[in-house]
């Protein structure tokens, strides 16, 4: 579940950095048709956080899950900015290194 968590938070904020006018694009696919239909990325990108606070809050109560939610937001935040521009940052990387915490979160569980 945490898993789930960290990975919606990634793809609500990638949605809403690649939405933004001042964004650095990497001219793939995903990155271009998010900026040409910014209003339905942002819609999407909002209702992914909605989502992911819902299940941390489900999952460990109100203001833990807030606070969970909020600290795998600034991570994920963080990484992103820093890692973004300088173009070190691909799909199978980001792929890779999600199903290996999937594969890891199920195997302790």
Do not use: D, W
Request: charged residues 10%; contains cysteine; proline residues 1%.
């Amino acid at each position: 579940m945490n898993t789930l968590i960290i990975f919606l938070s990634f793809i609500g904020f990638f949605l809403l950095l690649n939405t933004s006018k001042k964004a650095v694009l990497q001219h793939r696919f995903i990155e271009i048709a998010t900026q040409k239909n910014g209003k339905v990325a942002k819609v999407i990108g909002g209702l992914l956080f909605v989502c992911t606070f819902y299940i941390a809050v489900g999952k460990y109560g109100f203001t833990a899950g807030i606070l969970v939610n909020i600290c795998a937001i600034m991570l994920i935040a963080s990484l992103f900015v820093l890692l973004n521009p300088l173009k070190k940052m691909n799909y199978k990387s980001v792929l890779l290194v999600f199903l290996l915490l999937l594969i890891i979160e199920f195997l302790i569980y």
